[in-house]
């Protein structure tokens, strides 16, 4: 099986590099991005089984960032990873579709964790769709 | 008006800037214990990955040092939060808040002054949520007033205790000190809380006078609609049961 892909998003440049090789030393395949225009050019340039962003960013925030990555990509799984999430913005990344979130420091096991869950909640999804089509295709066609 | 007066910032204008400051630095402080947290991750995971590798055992050292290191950067971020709130406490002088959280950040800026003074410091809030609408930082202003004047009367090894609770929608908030606060001074505590920011709630500082083992200062919070009413006019005379 092919290594979970995770994007991370955050403007501090060094806590993303060293946060990303935590990550890959632990089999990860990780993409970095500064900003919330870049992450969602790379969020658009290849698939990735979850997106881990920050909030407070300049430019675009991680709340817009994660409006748009939804609306471009509805089923992508974003975990919000914030300093100073209030509860204001927490329901609101929750009502715009991220499903975790956490406050820094979190240990990065409990992030590699989250993201492997995140990734086999989604294969599981993806493997109910497909039989549900198939089943579908089956009685519309009587086979 | 003098002239230039109008071109002076007013006392609030100097609370926002000091808290915008505060809070965007604060914010720059968690970057850079975020960034040592990790780098301390980092270490810990090279030494351990060296420790497996049958390399040298002495590499379990850094394991340890990298505990350490992440433990005071958790110390420090704790304090940092606590930072980050009382920063944010004055964005808004007239909002609704639970008086519990803002008991929670009282208790947080007051340990350091009592550990000091080394006098135990106890803070309970509400039983219950307790929502008040006003001025935050007015109440917290007025509340270290109160706790102030407790810490000084302590002897060492005293106790100062905060009890709040609902009072007919208003609330009453108790600072008790095992030392004894002298009576003759309470007319000084009560027109410091007054000034520093009970005026703005219309609340009301007495002392209730109990034994001369244990004494209290007791700050009347009349409920938000009276708040408004009575705040600048209420008088700062000391009241006693």
């Known amino acids: ?143 | 008006m003098a002239k230039g007066e109008a071109e002076r910032p007013t006392a609030r204008e100097g609370v926002l800037y000091f808290g915008r400051v505060a809070a965007g630095l604060s914010h720059e402080l968690s970057n850079v214990l975020n960034i040592i947290n990790e780098l301390a991750g980092l270490q810990r995971d090279i030494a351990a990955a060296a420790v497996e590798g049958g390399g040298d055992a002495r590499f379990a050292r850094f394991s340890d040092l990298a505990q350490r290191i992440k433990t005071q950067v958790s110390r420090g971020e704790a304090i940092n939060r606590g930072l980050h709130r009382f920063a944010h406490s004055v964005d808004n002088a007239d909002t609704s808040f639970d008086l519990g959280e803002l008991l929670g950040l009282l208790a947080f800026l007051e340990e350091r002054p009592a550990r000091l003074a080394r006098v135990a410091l106890d803070v309970h809030p509400p039983e219950h949520g307790l929502a008040l609408c006003g001025d935050p930082f007015s109440l917290l202003l007025a509340l270290h007033a109160c706790v102030g004047a407790a810490l000084r009367a302590c002897a060492e090894d005293g106790r100062v205790e905060v009890h709040a609770e609902a009072a007919g929608g208003a609330a009453r908030i108790r600072v008790t000190a095992t030392g004894s606060l002298p009576a003759e001074g309470a007319d000084a505590v009560s027109a410091a809380a007054f000034r520093a920011g009970a005026a703005a709630w219309g609340a009301a500082v007495c002392l209730d006078p109990g034994t001369d083992a244990q004494r209290s200062l007791v700050l009347s919070v009349p409920a938000a609609a009276a708040a408004r009413e009575a705040a600048g006019t209420a008088d700062p005379s000391l009241e006693v049961p």
Do not use: H, N
């Open chain 1, 1 to 143: 099986m092919r290594p979970d892909r995770v994007l991370l998003v955050d403007d501090e440049e060094s806590f993303v590099e060293i946060l990303a090789e935590r990550m890959r030393s632990r089999g990860l395949e990780v993409s970095c991005a500064t900003s919330g225009r870049e992450a969602l050019k790379k969020a658009q340039e290849a698939a990735y089984d979850a997106v881990v962003l920050d909030l407070a960013m300049p430019g675009l925030d991680g709340i817009e960032t994660l409006r748009r990555m939804r609306e471009l990509q509805p089923d992508l799984q974003v975990m919000i990873l914030s300093g100073r999430a209030t509860v204001k913005t927490a329901v609101e990344a929750i009502q715009l579709g991220a499903i975790d979130i956490f406050e820094k420091p979190t240990e990065v096991e409990t992030l590699v964790e989250r993201i492997r869950s995140a990734r086999a909640a989604r294969l599981a999804k993806d493997d109910q769709e497909t039989r549900e089509q198939i089943d579908a295709i089956m009685r519309d066609r009587g086979w």
